[in-house]
């Protein structure tokens, strides 16, 4: 049965809409108890499905439009999609710099320090900017930075 609405909805496995995919499937199960009878359970199975993929909700919320403001670290993370469109963000920390840097002129250099601390420089990942490390490097001329 799983198969057959799969077949007959291929948009469904486009990227972003697994979960709801998953979560459509949970819900057809879980009314899979009102089908009448043996002959009818696949069709009927399929009909729940579709109907409880048709009545679900995005899990997450849509993607900001990629010019409104960026006034937090939750609005940096909200961005998450505008930064990373095909969701790779492995090594790629610089990318959270790039989409900083072009608003870096909306910003005072407080706001912009603020919200650098948004992301691990390394990994990318989101941060929730207070795990801040500090590291002492020595200067090339004598002293410490």
Known sequence: AFQGFIARNPKMIKKGKML???????????????CE????????????????????QPMTPACPNPSDPVNSL??????????????NRNAASFKWFKFLGDRANQKT?????????????????????????KVTLPKVGGGNV
Do not use: W
């Not at 009878?37 to 679900?56: G, I, K």
């Not at 706001?111 to 490390?133: H, M, N, Q, R, W």
């Open 20 to 34: 709801l995919l998953v979560a459509s499937l949970l819900c057809a199960i879980a009314d899979h108890a009102g």
């Open 37 to 56: 009878s043996e002959e009818a359970d696949e069709e009927c199975l399929l009909q729940h499905l579709t109907d409880a993929a048709n009545e679900q």
């Open 74 to 87: 939750d609005d940096l993370v909200a961005n998450y999609c505008n930064i990373f469109p095909s969701d």
């Open 109 to 133: 250099e407080d706001e912009f320090l603020a919200l650098g601390k948004g992301y691990c420089p390394i990994s990318g990942s989101p941060i929730d900017g207070t795990s801040v490390g």
